[in-house]
């Protein structure tokens, strides 16, 4: 099956850092892929859609400088949180489309992010 | 705008009963589709059953059946015979269109936590 893997797991890092995660598609080139943010016990919210060669699409109040895009291949697209604060700590998770409206994304397993 | 409403924001069930969780939508779009996806606590989401506007039977997979209502507007999961490996949050999600895309984003709903008893 379509596998996505998401790196790092899990990040604790001091305030004012830059942090990158990567989401990649290992076995299927994605034709979109999605950031989502997810606070404990509460639900997925869209961040931004990608694809590759264009400009991300932020959804409404996701900070652009704040959360960076890059979509450079087909299989790979990256997520920096710059000049992370406490208030950033949370849970990113990716996910990966494949171009068919009735098939499933496919998720990445999620970066447990923890600023200090 | 979509929207999709889970009302039950937690619920137990014993070990090899039924449950039944709750979602409803609200679109305008004649073609739409419906997703449940399960996340247990380590924090992956799991595919669990997908539902199409335009399909006339009832989605199925292995434990999982959806019932799904289309004049009121709502697509339930049910889990037969739960499993105590069943205890995990389960969310409701609506696909909704890119443009110039065959791909789609998908709205979710809050959520419901499921605590399977022994």
């Known amino acids: 099956g379509a596998v996505v893997s998401q790196h790092p797991s899990w990040v604790i890092c001091k305030s004012g850092t830059s942090v990158k995660i990567e989401c990649r598609s290992l076995?299927?080139?994605?034709?979109?892929m999605f950031w989502y943010r997810q606070f404990p016990k509460q639900s997925l919210m869209l961040m931004a859609t990608?694809?590759?060669?264009?400009?991300?699409?932020?959804e409404q109040g996701v900070e652009k400088d704040k959360f960076l895009i890059n979509h450079a291949s087909l299989t790979l697209s990256t997520l920096t949180v710059t000049s992370a604060h406490p208030e950033d700590s949370s849970f990113y998770i990716c996910?990966?489309?494949?171009?068919?409206?009735?098939?499933?994304?496919?998720f990445g397993d999620g970066t447990r992010l923890s600023i200090l | 705008a979509q929207k999709i409403t889970q009302t039950q924001p937690g619920m137990f069930v014993q070990e090899k009963e039924a449950v039944t969780l709750d979602c409803t939508y609200d679109?305008?779009?004649?073609?739409?589709?419906l997703f449940w996806y399960k996340q247990p606590s380590s924090g992956e989401m799991i595919f669990l059953i997908y539902?199409?506007?335009?399909?006339?039977q009832n989605a199925t997979e292995g434990r999982y059946s959806l019932n799904f209502q289309k004049a009121r507007k709502s697509a339930n999961l049910v889990i037969s015979a739960s499993q105590l490996g069943d205890s995990a949050m389960y969310f409701c999600a609506m696909r909704e269109p890119l443009l110039r895309s065959n791909d789609y984003k998908l709205s979710f709903g809050a959520g419901t936590t499921v605590t399977v008893r022994a």
């Open positions: 076995d299927f080139q994605a034709t979109t």
């Open positions: 996910s990966a489309g494949v171009g068919l409206f009735n098939q499933p994304q496919h």
């Open positions: 990608s694809n590759e060669g264009s400009k991300a699409t932020y």
């Open positions: 539902q199409g506007s335009y399909d006339e």
């Open positions: 679109t305008s779009d004649q073609s739409y589709g």
